[in-house]
């Protein structure tokens, strides 16, 4: 089975800017959390989507927005770029919702200038 | 405040060494308990969990861990590192029926040959 895949894997924009970053789930995987990781902060929750409803929101600013599909294949995006959003963004995906076991993909590097 | 500890954040041992990580929680109620790695380069991997049953757990490459309630402690062990498994660990969390996980600081592990 293919793991869950990240696009872009790499990312460079200047503030203000607003970015989109999408996730591909494991086949199967209904769920689609998605985690920042910096090297202050440490890995944090952003938000989960379980049959395109976001079930779940961690502590950020409404600039952090995101999106399921009926494929679950899932888009976070960020408005109003900071350089405090520079981060790996991690996806992670489970079968279903409720305290399950997370596979995660390799992360988009995002670099705010 | 519900918090997941790492107290060790750099430990460095001979190829051969015993290996301990210590890993604390704080929340109440149920929970389910995972350790991740991340290898140089690699993206987060599930290294073992536990959700019920016995205590101790085995997961990939050796490692095991021991969940101790009265503790709130769920600390990473392996008999004799290799220098492969030099890496970050995360410990992390998720409690109270809800998917999102909480996550340690996490421990670097240099192992030297």
């Known amino acids: 089975k293919a793991g869950v895949t990240q696009t872009p894997r790499y990312l460079i924009k200047t503030r203000g800017q607003q970015v989109t970053l999408s996730c591909s789930p494991i086949?199967?995987?209904?769920?689609v959390s998605w985690y920042q990781q910096t090297p202050g902060q440490g890995l944090q929750f952003l938000f989960e989507?379980?049959?395109?409803?976001?079930?779940n929101k961690g502590n950020f600013p409404g600039r952090f927005s995101g999106r399921q599909f009926s494929n679950s294949r899932s888009e976070m995006n960020v408005s109003t770029l900071e350089l405090g959003d520079s981060a790996l963004y991690l996806c992670a995906s489970s079968w279903r919702t409720g305290m399950e076991t997370q596979y995660f993909g390799p992360g988009t590097r995002l670099l705010v200038l | 405040a519900q918090s997941v500890s790492q107290h060790n954040h750099h430990v460095i041992l001979s190829e051969a060494a015993s290996l301990e990580l210590g890993c604390n929680y704080s929340?109440?109620?149920?929970?389910?308990l995972f350790w991740y790695v991340q290898y140089p380069g690699q993206h987060l991997q599930l290294l073992l969990k536990y959700f019920s049953g016995d205590p101790l757990v085995k997961g990939i490459k050796g490692f095991e861990a021991e969940f101790i309630k009265s503790k709130f402690s769920f600390n990473l062990r392996k008999p004799s590192v290799q220098w492969s498994d030099t890496a970050e660990y995360f410990c992390?969390?998720?409690?109270?029926?809800?998917?999102?996980?909480?996550f340690g600081t996490g421990t670097r592990l240099t192992v030297i040959p």
């Open positions: 086949s199967g995987h209904r769920s």
């Open positions: 992390a969390v998720n409690a109270n029926g809800a998917n999102n996980l909480f």
């Open positions: 929340y109440g109620g149920t929970v389910n």
């Open positions: 989507y379980f049959s395109e409803t976001q079930r």
